[in-house]
Each structure stands twice: as C-alpha cells, then as structure tokens.
T-cell receptor, first 115, second 110 residues
Framework: EAEVAQSPRYKITEKSQAVAFWCDPISGHATLYWYRQILGQGPELLVQFQDESVVDDSQLPKDRFSAERLKGVDSTLKIQPAELGDSAMYLC?????????????FGPGTRLTVL | GIQVEQSPPDLILQEGANSTLRCNFSDSVNNLQWFHQNPWGQLINLFYIPSGTKQNGRLSATTVATERYSLLYISSSQTTDSGVYFCAGNSGGGADGLTFGKGTHLIIQP
C-alpha cells in the first residue's frame, strides 16, 4: 500500500543548531503539506506545495524555517536555528491535488526535541 | 479560514459501549476528514466525508454540510479504539491545508 515516508522518525538537537526533515509523498500526489503538532493540540499547517511551487506559507516562521520541493516530488523542511519552542511533531501529508483538495494522507511524522 | 470545534474533549467508556463524537465547522467545507491518532503519533485516515454518510465496520460517519457539522459513531467499542480522534476540514480553493479541531481523547476501559 502506498504511504507517505518521513525521516528521521526522532530528532534530538540543542537550541541554535540546524535540523532538517525529509518527506517523500505518495507516488503521483502533486500536493504536499507540512504540518506542526504541539503536544495536546491538533496539527497546524506550515506550508503547502503544488508540484514544486509554494501555494501557502502564510504560517511558516520564515525567519528560521525554510521548505523546498525542488523537483516536485520529495521535500525538505529546515529549521535554523532551532529554539526550545520548536519541540513538536512535524507531519508531512500529500494528496492528489484535485479541485477542492482531495483526501490527505499523512506520514508517521518526525518528533523533534530541542534541548 | 474555517474554525473547527470538537466535542466532547474527553470521553471515558466501558468496552462494548457506543459513542458519538461531534465536529462543528464555522463555514462550508469542501473537504472533511476524520482521523485516529495512534500512540506513536501517526494520523490514520478514518473517513473522507464532505457530505453524506459512510460506514466502515464498527465505525460510521455522517456530515450534514448545510448545518455545518459531522458526527463519528463508534459501536461496540474495543480497548484498541482508545486514542485521540481529530476532525479536520478546508474550504477548498488553491490553498487547502486542513484546519484541525482540538480532538476528542477517547479512553475505552476493559
């Protein structure tokens, strides 16, 4: 069964260090999303790609976060420098990108701890 | 964007009981999904249900789009049904990231 892949599954880093997360969407899915989930809350959208283009990054803290999807397939989310408040689960999702969004499927997530 | 409210926030039931989880949304939605988050944090898709009724085994869901709510029914609960259930929606268009509710934390006791 096709799945969204993410790595690493867990990451521990010290504040001020740089971290990067990788996501490989379901094959053929044109739309890719990155969400952040703080403990005890629902996920919140950080950035949305349609193929290689950013559709929505209004909630991405651009002073320290960056995201790219250079060839319109896999994607990388980077944080530099990491802060204590960045400790969270980072979830990647993908969808076919049909009009109206279509069903989104999520990967297993990367759990980030910033010390 | 839309706002999503879920109720109840917490629910404790005995094994075998039935439950109903509710999701209210502030505006019309093009996409409405229900998820179960497992203990490792992964979101498992339960239903993609912008309108109508669907059933999958012991679970079923109904969305009444004109009244802006959706219901998730769990029958004959099992301990493995425990966890957090999320409702999420979007209003469509190009920027269609999901807006999630705060979830319902369900505990099924043996």
């Amino acid at each position: 069964e096709a799945e969204v892949a993410q790595s690493p599954r867990y990451k521990i880093t010290e504040k001020s260090q740089a971290v990067a997360f990788w996501c490989d969407p379901i094959s053929g899915h044109a739309t890719l999303y990155w969400y952040r989930q703080i403990l005890g809350q629902g996920p919140e959208l950080l950035v949305q790609f349609q193929d290689e283009s950013v559709v929505d990054d209004s909630q991405l803290p651009k002073d320290r976060f960056s995201a790219e999807r250079l060839k319109g397939v896999d994607s990388t989310l980077k944080i530099q420098p990491a802060e204590l408040g960045d400790s969270a689960m980072y979830l990647c999702a993908s969808s076919l990108g049909l009009a109206g969004g279509g069903e989104q499927f999520f990967g297993p997530g990367t759990r980030l701890t910033v010390l | 964007g839309i706002q999503v409210e879920q109720s109840p926030p917490d629910l404790i039931l005995q094994e075998g009981a039935n439950s109903t989880l509710r999701c209210n949304f502030s505006d019309s939605v093009n996409n409405l999904q229900w998820f179960h988050q497992n203990p490792w944090g992964q979101l498992i898709n339960l239903f993609y249900i912008p309108s109508g009724t669907k059933q999958n085994g012991r679970l079923s869901a109904t969305t009444v789009a004109t009244e802006r709510y959706s219901l998730l029914y769990i029958s004959s609960s099992q301990t493995t049904d425990s966890g957090v259930y999320f409702c999420a929606g979007n209003s469509g268009g190009g920027a269609d990231g999901l807006t999630f509710g705060k979830g319902t934390h369900l505990i099924i006791q043996p």
